[in-house]
């Protein structure tokens, strides 16, 4: 995540974005401070997260 952040900075990018799902990793993304900025329900019988952090 660091080095996604690196890069993201070094060409002056304003945010990463990416989605999930709830069986997979959102509390790492969460506490990585990720906001959820959508959300879809019932994606094959769980939610599908999309989460933003600027940078």
Not at 9 to 14: E, I, N, Q, S, Y
Not at 34 to 43: D, H
């Amino acid at each position: 995540m660091r080095e996604a952040e690196k890069m993201a900075r070094k060409k002056k990018c304003d945010f990463i974005k990416l989605d999930t799902l709830s069986f997979q990793a959102l509390e790492f993304y969460l506490k990585e401070d990720f906001q959820i900025y959508g959300t879809i329900e019932n994606a094959g019988g769980h939610t599908h997260y999309y989460l933003k952090k600027d940078i």
